[in-house]
């Protein structure tokens, strides 16, 4: 298994920009499919953004699309999250998790390892 934390998360005006960063320990996640999840106060788990083994495809949900990239770095087992143009509806705690399989997925069944969670929290 892999163990994920997150980072970088923190307080933000909107309009501006934050970098997430999950890193990775255990188990490499470099062939598998990673994603970026967030839930907002009162409100269910959803994605953000996935990134297959490779990380030459992605999927972004479309209320961030044009806004937020993932990528990620195998050499050093982190995956991060670029987020610009940031919106007081982003304000969540953004998940980091990681599948065992090589092509993306936005069902959270088929995430097998989970992050403790980084704070965003986006002022108007």
């Known amino acids: 298994q892999v163990q994920l934390a997150e980072s970088g998360g923190g307080l933000v005006q909107a309009g501006g920009s934050l970098r997430l960063s999950c890193a990775a320990s255990g188990r490499t996640f470099s062939s598998y499919a990673m994603g970026w999840f967030r839930q907002g106060p009162g409100k269910e788990r959803e994605v953000v953004a996935c990134?297959?083994?490779?990380?030459?495809?992605?999927y972004y949900s479309d209320s961030v699309k044009g806004r937020f990239t993932i990528s990620r770095d195998n050499a050093r087992d982190t995956v991060y999250l670029q987020m610009n143009s940031l919106k007081a509806e982003d304000t969540a705690v953004y998940y980091c998790a990681a599948t065992q399989s090589w092509g993306h997925t936005t069902t959270l069944d088929d995430y097998n390892d989970w992050g403790q969670g980084t704070q965003v929290t986006v002022s108007s």
């Open positions: 990134i297959d083994g490779g990380g030459g495809s992605t």
